[in-house]
Nanobody, 115 residues
Framework: QVQLVESGGGLVQAGGSLRLSCAAS????????MGWFRQAPGKEREFIAR????????FYADSVKGRFTISKDNAKNTVYLQMNKLELEDTAIYYC????????RGQGTQVTVSS
């Protein structure tokens, strides 16, 4: 059974940084990329970034490109999201997801950016 557990969220001032972690278990073949998504109140779920286990290929949404970095540690089955230069608009619950059509999702971690 796939289980994803996010951590690292919190309250940060605009311009600050946070590092999110996603610990994955139950991934037998690691054939699907790991992704970060977010959802703010009243807004739709938004794709942020994704990375492949095999070669570390990454892809970012334009809204975070140059500010956020996704990375992985295969030995720890953990994916990270380094978030720099945080903006008020980055406030949301951040989710780690994987699987066919992003079928698996963690419980999320709250990121709040204050002015």
């Amino acid at each position: 059974q796939v289980q994803l557990v996010e951590s690292g969220g919190g309250l940060v001032q605009a311009g600050g940084s946070l590092r999110l972690s996603c610990a994955a278990s139950g991934l037998i073949y690691k054939i699907y990329p790991m992704g970060w998504f977010r959802q703010a109140p009243g807004k739709e779920r938004e794709f942020i970034a994704r990375i492949t286990w095999s070669d570390g290929n990454t892809f970012y949404a334009d809204s975070v490109k140059g500010r956020f970095t996704i990375s992985k540690d295969n030995a720890k089955n953990t994916v990270y999201l380094q978030m720099n230069k945080l903006e008020l608009e980055d406030t949301a619950i951040y989710y780690c997801e994987t699987g066919p059509n992003w079928a698996y999702r963690g419980q999320g971690t709250q990121v709040t950016v204050s002015s």
